[in-house]
């Protein structure tokens, strides 16, 4: 049973459960019985138990965390009192008061953290994604908040226009977030559908749409767009060949624009994340040479980032204290991409 001075908790991070001389033993026996070995934990070591409900994407139901926690405890759920919550999002208040800011991918993951955030710095979020459900439930979570969800695709032309009319006469920044993977497979493997579907949303959807405000940027002298790459954007050997090509042409996207429209007050900049617990959906059918070639060197990733890490980042390069920055590629990657 852990320490009855510092109970194990939902909270407690990944690492200090498989230490613990009663927690790590229930971890793994759980991870056996799923035909996953412990030292696939090795990457989100230092996350919440709490963080692998959502980076499961449904694996690891909610009750199985709450029952771990009891049994770690002998049957009794402890109170959480002064545990240390390591890294703890730190709101700036007024930071995009009286900004109207688009955010994509906005009802899950890093796209949601993002408008979350910004809608809790002051900032009006218009917040796009295909599912109106989930942006509903987005904006009934801030009901405090300034939040227009709107469902849209970015790859039809008709939903981008639906998207700007709402912003209004007024956009001071934009966050391309919403992405897709691809199945992993090498080039010679990748069809067209899967190509043409990764291409669309990735990259294609983040051009229309900020081809569509820079014009409404321009008009005010200022605005600011960060595109969401992905580390797999700065090397080759992250993903498969679609989702790479996909994020290096974001890259390339991202530095013609600031190279354009930089001395008329635009700033355009990217972050490229590396591993990060969202609820972005994995190949349900991933390619097996793709797969073999790519893990050895997917096992190599220093660290999980939770959505809210990323969102750190984002609003970062969207606010003006970001003022002197553009073009940059910022990895936010717990240093991925010195390795």
């Known amino acids: 049973m852990a320490d009855a001075t510092t109970p194990l908790t939902a909270s ?12 790590g033993p229930l971890i793994r026996s759980f991870l056996q019985q799923a035909g996953v070995g412990a030292d696939a934990l090795g990457p989100v070591s230092g996350l919440p138990l709490q963080q692998l409900v959502v980076l499961s994407q449904g694996q690891l139901p909610q009750s199985v965390v709450d029952d771990l926690v009891l049994q770690v405890n002998g049957g009794v759920a402890p109170e959480v009192t ?5 890294w703890v999002e730190k709101v700036t208040s007024g930071r995009f008061a009286g900004k109207t800011v688009i955010v994509t991918g906005a009802a899950s993951g890093i796209g949601r953290a993002t408008a ?69 497979s090498p080039l010679h493997e990748t069809s067209d559908a899967m190509w043409d579907r990764v291409i669309a949303i990735n ?51 991202t530095r013609s624009a600031a190279f354009m429209y930089g001395p008329q007050g635009l700033r355009i900049n990217a972050v490229a994340p590396g591993g990060v617990a969202t609820g972005i959906a994995m190949p349900a059918q991933p390619s097996e040479s793709g797969t073999a070639r790519l893990s050895p060197f997917r096992s190599t990733i220093p660290s999980i980032a939770t959505a809210e890490k990323l969102a750190a980042s984002i609003t970062f390069l969207l606010s003006d204290d970001a003022v002197n920055i553009n073009g940059a590629v910022l990895p936010s990657d717990g240093g991925w991409s010195v390795q």
Do not use: C
């Not at 002064?82 to 390591?86: K, S």
């Not at 300034?146 to 695709?153: H, N, S, T």
């Open 12 to 23: 407690s991070t990944v690492g200090t459960w498989l230490g613990d001389p009663v927690g």
């Open 82 to 86: 002064g545990e240390d919550p390591g």
């Open 116 to 184: 979350a955030r910004v809608a809790a710095e002051g900032g009006r979020v218009v917040a796009v994604d295909v599912s109106t459900d989930r942006l509903q439930e987005l904006a009934a979570s801030l009901p405090l908040a300034e939040i227009l969800p709107i469902a849209g695709d970015i790859t039809k032309q008709d939903d981008i226009d639906a998207v700007v009319a709402a912003a209004g006469s007024r956009i001071d920044a934009l966050a391309n977030v919403a992405g897709i993977n691809d199945d992993f």
């Open 203 to 253: 990259l294609t959807g983040g051009f229309k749409l900020s081809r569509a405000v820079i014009p409404v940027m321009l008009a005010s002298g200022s605005g600011a767009i960060v595109n969401v790459t992905s580390e797999a954007g700065l090397r080759g050997n992250a993903s498969g060949n679609a989702y790479t090509v996909s994020k290096h042409g974001v890259i390339g996207l």
